[in-house]
Structure formats: structure tokens, C-alpha cells
């Protein structure tokens, strides 16, 4: 499996570099995939001299300072979510789960609408809405998270419970400061970041998701034997000699640090944590070995696309992405609904 999966796994990067090149080509100024490759060659240091410079003043401007930052934002946060995704459903056992289901999206939207509607954190200038969404985001977990424990304990139930209590309640109040604005505009982009957007990509916003989605990342990786006993379930966890309740506080820690952040830039992007697992156990199985790294392949693959559609598709206006995730979600759980040998852990 290892020799088929290395091949597997660099077929689908080089999949993803050819997706994000197309992605960074397109829009309502068409480039060439030279261009793009010698304006980002023309970034790095030690060969950046030997890259010809002929492309105008403009196409540099378009290619790296608007679209490959954008594009680049939508391949982390897609992988980001899906590795989230996969690590959230082994922690409940439940192949519906996504990293949402703690509450972190909803939380994250309090303090996005706090911002755009109240003009909390305006001190902060163009990262009031990055900070206050994901301190949103920690505040929805905090909460989750003394509501589920027990005796020093986390339940996994409770943990549920809490999260959708939270959740509705955080919704709650982000309505409520909707329906008392009266600001046209500030409502529109309420509801544009709430469905999800990449539009605000700058490369000065991109390092602080890129350095938490590697560290949860490696993390996940290195812990996939814990992750595959989870799935065993909890006596045989522990029989393994699995730190149940540790481990347990671990992975909702890193999930909900991962996922805060990925909110906190993108909006509130649905469907792509809770999709891709799905697709890479029927086609890896379920080991974690294989099913965090082909995951974040496929979860950045899949969004740098979703969010190329979402700009041109009604070009020159810009569709939210989690419109485009949410067409493609829907119709795979209906197809899922109807496979009657699919299962949860298929492929073991």
C-alpha cells in the first residue's frame, strides 16, 4: 500500500499545483500559465535573476498580489477543514460530523457581525474581522467545552449536546443584530462572509492559517494509530493503552484552534469537512495514515476549484463559495443515502 500510496499522493499534488494554476489564470483579465509560473519564480530568492522579467506592471499585480494569494488561501483552508473533518468524526464516531459541529462556525459569525454591523475592534483596522471571529470562535469552544465536561471528564455526548445548544444560541444573537441593523450594505456583507468567501486573501493574512494547518496537521499524522482506535471504540481504546480523556482534549483543542483560524478568514464555509472524508475513506479505507494526508490533497483541490467557479460563474459579480460547496454536498449525501454498502470505516 505504502508504493501506492506515495504514487497516489504525488498524483494528486501535482493535481492540485494544476488546479491551482488554472485558478490564478482565470477571472476578467485572462493570463497564461508561463506568466503565472515566471511571476512567482520571480519571488524567490536565488533564481528570481535568471527569470526574464516581460509581463506588464499590471499582470504582476493581478497574478501575485490578488490571485495567487487568494488561491493559495482557498488550497489551505480546504485542506484544513477536511483534515478537521476526519479528525472530528473519528473523536464522535459519527460520519455525519464536521468541524462545525462544536460550535466554532456560529461563534466566529457573533464576532464577524459584531464587526461589520456594531464596529467592535475598528481599532484594529482590516483585521477587526479576521481577530474578532476567531476570538468568537475560542469563546463558542470555551463554552463547548466547560458545558461537556463531567467529574474532569469530556462526553462525547455532552460534547454534542453543547455544541448545538451553543450553536443555536450564537445564531440566535447574530440574527438578533441583524434584524436591529438598518445598514443596507453592512447586511450584505454579513450574510456574503457567512456563506463563505476568499475575497479578502492578502499574503500578510495567509501566514498565521498556513502555520496552524502544518502543526495540526503533522500532529494528526503522527497520532493516526490513536485515530484509528478511536473508530474501535472506547473500551478497546483504552485496553490499547489509549489516554482516552487526553487525547480526547488534544484533538478538540487542535480541531477547534485549526478550524477558529480557517473561519476567521474564509467565513463560514459548509460541507467541504464533512464531504472529502467520505470520498477518501471509499477510496483509501479507513486508516488515518492514509486518510489525513489524501484528505488535505483533496479538501485543497476541491476548494481551489469551488472558489474558481464562484468567480466566474456569474462574472463579474462573485458568487459565495459555500453556495458552490453546498451543490456540490447535497447531491453526494443523496448518492450516499442510496449506496447500501457503505458504512462508516468502509475500506478497513
Given at each position: ?12 499534488f ?6 491551482m494554476?488554472f ?7 485572462s ?6 509560473w ?8 536565488f533564481i528570481?535573476n535568471?527569470?526574464e ?12 498580489q ?11 483552508v480546504?485542506?484544513?477543514l477536511a483534515?478537521?473533518g476526519?479528525?472530528i ?7 455525519i460530523?464536521d ?5 466554532i462556525?456560529?461563534?466566529a459569525?457573533?464576532g ?10 475598528s481599532?484594529?483596522g ?16 470555551a463554552l ?12 462525547i ?14 445564531t440566535?444573537?447574530s440574527?438578533?443584530i ?5 445598514q443596507e ?6 450574510m456574503?462572509?457567512?456563506l ?6 492578502k499574503?500578510?493574512n495567509?501566514?498565521i492559517p ?5 502543526v495540526?496537521f503533522?500532529?494528526l499524522?503522527?497520532?493516526y494509530?490513536?485515530?484509528n ?11 490499547l493503552?489509549v ?6 482534549i488534544q484533538?478538540i483543542?487542535?480541531?477547534s484552534l485549526l478550524?477558529?483560524v ?8 459548509g460541507?467541504?469537512g464533512?464531504?472529502i472524508?467520505?470520498?477518501v ?6 486508516n488515518y ?10 479538501g ?5 476549484w469551488?472558489d474558481?467557479f464562484?468567480?466566474?460563474i ?6 459565495p463559495i459555500?453556495?458552490?460547496?453546498a451543490?456540490c ?8 443515502l442510496?449506496?447500501?454498502?457503505y458504512?462508516f470505516?468502509e475500506?478497513?
Amino acid at each position: 500500500m505504502n508504493k501506492k500510496f506515495m504514487l497516489f499522493s504525488f498524483v494528486l499534488f501535482m493535481v492540485l499545483i494544476v488546479s491551482m494554476t488554472f485558478a490564478v489564470m482565470v477571472g476578467s483579465v485572462s493570463v497564461t500559465p508561463l506568466y503565472v509560473w515566471k511571476v512567482i519564480l520571480s519571488k524567490i530568492p536565488f533564481i528570481q535573476n535568471a527569470i526574464e522579467q516581460d509581463w506588464s506592471r499590471s499582470q504582476e499585480i493581478i497574478i501575485w498580489q490578488i490571485r495567487a494569494p487568494r488561491v493559495l488561501l482557498a488550497a489551505i483552508v480546504g485542506a484544513g477543514l477536511a483534515i478537521a473533518g476526519a479528525a472530528i468524526q473519528a473523536l464522535v464516531r459519527n460520519s455525519i460530523a464536521d468541524p462545525y459541529i462544536l460550535g466554532i462556525s456560529s461563534g466566529a459569525a457573533v464576532g464577524a457581525t459584531s464587526v461589520i454591523i456594531l464596529g467592535a475592534f475598528s481599532f484594529l483596522g482590516i483585521y477587526a474581522l479576521s481577530i474578532s471571529a476567531f476570538l468568537g470562535s475560542l469563546l463558542a469552544i470555551a463554552l463547548v467545552f466547560f458545558l461537556s465536561r463531567v467529574g474532569g471528564r469530556v462526553s462525547i455526548f455532552r460534547l454534542l449536546l453543547a455544541g448545538m445548544a451553543v450553536s443555536f444560541i450564537l445564531t440566535a444573537i447574530s440574527n438578533f443584530i441583524l434584524m436591529m441593523s438598518k445598514q443596507e450594505g453592512a447586511l450584505k456583507a454579513v450574510m456574503f462572509w457567512m456563506l463563505g468567501s476568499l475575497a479578502g486573501a492578502k499574503w500578510n493574512n495567509i501566514i498565521i492559517p498556513a502555520s496552524i494547518f502544518f502543526v495540526v496537521f503533522v500532529l494528526l499524522w503522527l497520532h493516526y494509530r490513536n485515530l484509528n482506535l478511536l473508530l474501535l471504540g472506547e473500551e478497546a481504546a483504552v485496553t490499547l493503552g489509549v489516554n482516552l480523556q487526553q487525547f480526547r482534549i488534544q484533538l478538540i483543542l487542535l480541531v477547534s484552534l485549526l478550524t477558529g483560524v480557517l473561519v476567521a478568514v474564509s467565513g463560514s464555509i459548509g460541507f467541504v469537512g464533512l464531504i472529502i472524508p467520505h470520498i477518501v475513506r471509499l477510496i483509501v479505507g479507513s486508516n488515518y495514515k492514509y486518510v489525513i494526508p489524501i484528505s488535505a490533497l483533496i479538501g485543497g483541490i476541491f476548494l481551489v476549484w469551488a472558489d474558481a467557479f464562484a468567480r466566474i460563474i456569474i462574472a463579474p459579480q462573485e458568487m459565495p463559495i459555500g453556495i458552490i460547496t453546498a451543490f456540490c454536498g447535497g447531491p453526494f449525501f443523496i448518492w450516499l443515502l442510496r449506496r447500501n454498502n457503505y458504512s462508516f470505516g468502509e475500506g478497513d
